[in-house]
């Protein structure tokens, strides 16, 4: 193997592993702020899961982003969109059962341009793709 490609494949093997302890760390002290809300998960045993999430917002309407690589939650929630949201102080009130409906076309990318994340974020998270659901109270239209 040259020179060259040893050096590609080290940086790449350095870049898999900042990405790794960047992830593992936001999940093992994940961030609880305004900003942040529970939700309650429905697994397919019937168990519930929590999760801490980043609420956003789009014109008004309330939306979860799948930012990092790590997103089972994500694929649960695609399996049964009825999900429980406690809100922080400020939100507080909102707090309860939701529907979370998928986000495609021209109103991802509405929501993708509203709450952009800058470089260095991506950069440490792997350039993932982000995924987004609307989220509605139970009953809403």
Known sequence: MNR???IVLILAAVYVGIVVIFESLL????PRGEENLVITLTEDDGSETKRVLSLFESQGELYLAA???PRAWFRQVQKNPNVHIEFGAQRAAQSGNFTAIPVAGADHDRVLSDNPIGF???FLMGFP???????????AE
Do not use: A, D, M, S
Request: charged residues 25%.
């Open 4 to 6: 060259t490609l040893k």
């Open 27 to 30: 999940g093992y002290y994940q």
């Open 67 to 69: 930012n990092h690589w």
């Open 120 to 122: 260095v974020g991506r």
């Open 129 to 139: 793709p982000r995924e987004f659901l609307r989220i509605e109270p139970t009953g």
